[in-house]
């Protein structure tokens, strides 16, 4: 799976957002209007940073999502998760969707948060790092829509690939904790 997950997210981030591919962005429409046009160059992505970077957003993406796959222990919790109503023993925070909140807040929030944080340091720190991240960020999430397109497509699709070869391998080569859960659940629909 890994191997597999390797290929998706090159395959289909690099040839998209590199020179050779589709690296540029119209000039000065879409996500590029209204800004300066004595920097023509902003809306272009061809280059090593921006490549990298987008790359390494779809990696931490479709990490975070296979956590939550893997885990099995998805908390989807009540809606609405704060009522005036007495009909319910449990509090408000009993009804939170704690696995969303962590996955959306706490995984990917703070990520996109700390890569912001990243760029402005690149421009009060001198460490040898952080300058060459300097508006790599705004360059390509604020000027270029392919690398939206590109976040969003590669990890889904490394998903779907992910969950189809899950679902075959566990109708076809079931793991010993997984045929244990099956006699479980067949001895417990035997006594009721």
């Not at 319910?88 to 703070?110: C, D, H």
């Amino acid at each position: 799976i890994y191997v597999i997950h390797q290929y998706v997210l090159f395959f289909f981030s690099v040839p998209a957002l590199a020179p050779g591919g589709a690296g540029t962005t119209s000039a000065f429409l879409g996500m590029m209007k209204g800004r300066n046009p004595e920097q023509p160059g902003d809306g272009e992505g061809g280059d090593l940073r921006t490549v990298g970077f987008v790359l390494y957003t779809n990696l931490f993406i479709l990490l975070t999502c296979k956590v939550l796959l893997e885990s099995k222990s998805i908390i989807n919790g009540e809606f609405p998760c704060c009522t005036c109503s007495n009909k319910n023993s449990e509090g408000w925070p009993n009804r939170l969707p704690y696995t969303w909140i962590g996955v959306v807040i706490l995984a990917i929030a703070v990520f996109v948060g700390f890569e912001y944080l990243f760029q402005i340091l690149g421009r009060y720190v001198s460490y040898k790092i952080l300058p060459s991240f300097l508006s790599v960020v705004y360059h390509a999430w604020q000027t270029r829509l392919r690398s939206w397109m590109v976040i969003f497509l590669a990890p889904t699709f490394a998903l779907v690939v992910d969950i189809f070869f899950k679902n075959f391998s566990n109708m076809f080569y079931p793991s010993q904790s997984q045929i244990h859960l099956e006699i479980f659940a067949k001895k417990k629909q035997k006594k009721e």
